[in-house]
């Protein structure tokens, strides 16, 4: 019983960067796995980037087309996870969708929670 509510989305140029953000619901966010996913048209949805609960004590992963561009991080205090992306390309257009999972290695391949999603477009 996860309930994920996404924000940020919108038009960004090429080059700049922008926040998207998802609330749970809840009072055991902490307890969770988190993961933003995209998607874009004709393609299949795709991972982009994953954090541990509070006590995975494992370093988040990323997808090498967004590795060193793209920052995942969350407040648990808050109920929030976070994606700071920099350096936006066209090819990062896409419906991005937060996710969640009690286990790690699901929230990376088939989560069991997912949000709306939020339209991200980048023009050149």
């Known amino acids: 019983q996860v309930a994920l509510v996404e924000s940020g989305g919108g038009l960004v140029q090429a080059g700049g960067s922008l926040r998207l953000s998802c609330a749970a619901s809840?009072?055991?966010?902490?307890?969770?796995?988190m993961g933003w996913f995209r998607q874009a048209p004709g393609k299949e949805r795709e991972f982009v980037a994953a954090?541990?609960?509070?006590?995975?004590?494992?370093?988040?992963s990323y997808a090498d087309s967004v590795k060193g561009r793209f920052t995942i991080s969350r407040d648990n205090a808050k109920n929030t996870v976070y994606l700071q992306m920099s350096d936006l390309k066209p090819e990062d257009t896409a419906v991005y969708y937060c996710?969640?999972?009690?286990?790690?290695?699901?929230?990376?391949?088939?989560?069991?929670?997912w949000g709306q999603g939020t339209q991200v477009t980048v023009s050149s």
């Open positions: 996710a969640a999972d009690g286990s790690l290695n699901l929230v990376r391949t088939s989560p069991g929670y």
């Open positions: 809840g009072r055991s966010f902490a307890t969770v796995h």
């Open positions: 954090i541990g609960n509070a006590w995975s004590g494992v370093a988040p």
